[in-house]
């Protein structure tokens, strides 16, 4: 997993509430237990104009010019701004796989569903939580300053707007701490390997029978 420290990204603002993950990503796309490759099918309904299915060829299916995405002003943008509940639906872990594919290291909005939430950070994305009526005046900003971007530290818990104004988030230190070092958890349980192989050896010795 792809640690997170500090992020300046562009920001896209997705202005719907309740996005649930059959939207971020689609289910005719979850054959694949791989992290990576489903970029190109984030937010499928809504970016292409017609039907997206697995092995298709995406770069020439017609984009849908109406989705926020898909408007060249937020070409490249790293951070997604959200409304509530963002992440709700199914528990798919291929939701934040397709969103960090695609390109987004963090997300900004009022709320988060639980598992998403969770899924998030083992994955390498930051979810942050700020206020309505902060998310309300960034909404209003995005829209009025193309090119509009943010500074997020994820050490100091800060996210610095254009305008120099500094807003502070909260965070599990837990997940912090995972998040800046890059660990999910088959990261966590490798800090532990050389204590599991000699645990391993120590019952070769112990317990032949099990290794005949």
């Not at 829209?143 to 500074?151: E, T």
Request: proline share 6%; net charge neutral.
């Amino acid at each position: 997993m792809r640690a997170f420290t500090r992020l300046d990204g562009l920001v896209a603002p997705l202005d719907r509430a309740n996005v649930d993950t059959d939207a971020i990503i689609p289910k005719q796309f979850l054959k694949s237990i791989k992290r990576s490759g489903f970029g190109p099918n984030a937010f499928d309904e809504w970016r292409y104009l017609d039907r997206g299915e697995p092995g298709r060829d995406n770069s020439q299916r017609p984009l849908n010019p109406e989705f926020v995405l898909n408007q060249p002003r937020y070409r490249g943008a790293s951070v997604l701004l959200t409304r509530d509940n963002f992440g709700c639906g199914s528990s798919r872990e291929h939701a934040p796989w397709a969103l960090e594919d695609y390109g987004f290291r963090a997300l900004v909005g009022t709320t988060f569903a639980d598992i998403f939430y969770n899924n998030s950070f083992k994955n390498g994305l930051l979810p942050i939580k700020l206020p309505a009526a902060e998310i309300d005046e960034m909404f209003a900003q995005v829209a009025a300053a193309p090119g509009y971007r943010l500074k997020i530290d994820l050490a100091a818990q800060t996210v610095t707007r254009p305008d120099g104004k500094v807003l502070n988030f909260d965070v599990d230190a837990f997940r912090k701490e995972c998040l800046l070092n890059g660990w999910d958890d088959i990261g966590l349980t490798l800090r532990h390997a050389d204590a599991i192989r000699e645990f391993e050896a120590k019952r070769r010795i112990d317990q032949p029978w099990l290794f005949a």
